[in-house]
């Protein structure tokens, strides 16, 4: 469903996408995930939902809104149909993590591995791009399954071109940074080698090194796994912004790293936390939060 939607004249595609959207919406398509039933009873969303309503006040109005995966709690993670749903929704940002096959092409995909995410199997650095085209991303929504190609940085670059801001995220490949060069020479491909069109982040230090040298006029940002956050490393980081998992967040950090000059931004994995934790951080001033809920972030921030 939906892969018939490809990268053409934007206009049409925008029209079209946004026509099925609207579609789903009326048929009640837009359901919690399936397989997270616990997002919208036990854990309470509705009421959260509620509260976030109003809080403008005290949260941030400049919050970056970071649309993690795309809208990846609507659609498949890392499609163009993910990524339209957010772009849609007005967020700030597009989340993509960047992968590199076996012929030196950039995808868009988060793990490791093709197994949780798509219909193949296997480290994408194994398979060709022909390979992964052969594939479909798949996820179940409202009990339906939903299948769409895992998009190349060219085709999501072809399709919102300066429409959009990326906030892309490298990876070491074979340990070793091969993918940064080529996505420079894709990024100038299609002028988007602006601060206004794109930022930079990675848990590697040596390919955000890497982009700094490459393209030292872009934003960058030094993300943090999960518990192992260390605030002297932050501090002593030569990047303009800080990206942390919410547990390991607390006011004293925020005020420290932003009384430095950076900024912070939170990501979340704990989907049965998030909408509480999301909550949390922005009441204490952070800068920017990779969402897997846009419109509850926006909700609590009144918007
Ligand atoms: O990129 C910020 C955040 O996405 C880091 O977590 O594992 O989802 O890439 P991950
Ligand atoms: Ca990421």
Do not use: C
Not at 165 to 176: A, K, N, P, S, W
């Amino acid at each position: 469903m939906l892969s018939f939607i490809g990268v053409s004249a934007m206009p049409w595609r925008r029209i079209l996408l946004s026509s099925v959207i609207a579609i789903f919406m009326i048929s009640g398509f837009f359901e919690a995930k399936p397989q997270t039933p616990q997002a919208t009873s036990a854990y309470g969303a509705e009421a959260l939902y509620a509260r976030a309503a109003g809080k403008s006040e005290s949260a941030s109005a400049d919050l970056e809104i970071i649309a993690h995966r795309g809208a990846n709690n609507i659609f498949n993670e890392h499609t163009l149909t993910a990524y339209e749903i957010a772009a849609d929704a007005e967020v700030d940002s597009i989340e993509i993590d960047l992968r590199m096959t076996k012929d030196h092409q950039l995808i868009a995909l988060h793990d490791t591995t093709l197994d949780r995410t798509t219909t193949g199997t296997g480290a994408p650095e194994e398979l060709t791009l022909n390979e992964i085209k052969q594939l479909d991303t798949v996820a179940v929504f409202g009990g339906k399954v939903y299948k769409e190609p895992v998009p190349t940085l060219n085709e999501i670059f072809a399709a919102f071109a300066q429409e959009e801001h990326y906030y892309i995220e490298t990876r070491l490949v074979g340990g070793d940074t091969k993918m940064e060069e080529p996505f420079i020479h894709l990024l100038e491909e299609y002028d988007l080698l602006d601060p206004e069109y794109v930022s930079f982040q990675s848990f590697s230090k040596e390919s955000l090194q890497k982009m700094q040298e490459l393209a030292p006029e872009i934003r960058t940002t030094l993300l943090y796994g999960t518990d192992k956050f260390e605030l002297e490393d932050a501090l002593n980081a030569d990047v303009d912004v800080i990206g942390i998992e919410s547990r390991n967040i607390t006011q004293d950090i925020v005020d420290k790293i932003q009384q430095q000059g950076k900024e912070v931004h939170v990501f979340f994995t704990d989907e049965r936390t998030q909408l509480v934790e999301q909550q949390r951080v922005i009441m204490y001033g952070v800068d920017g939060v990779f969402t897997d809920d846009i419109e509850f972030t926006k909700q609590v921030i009144g918007q």
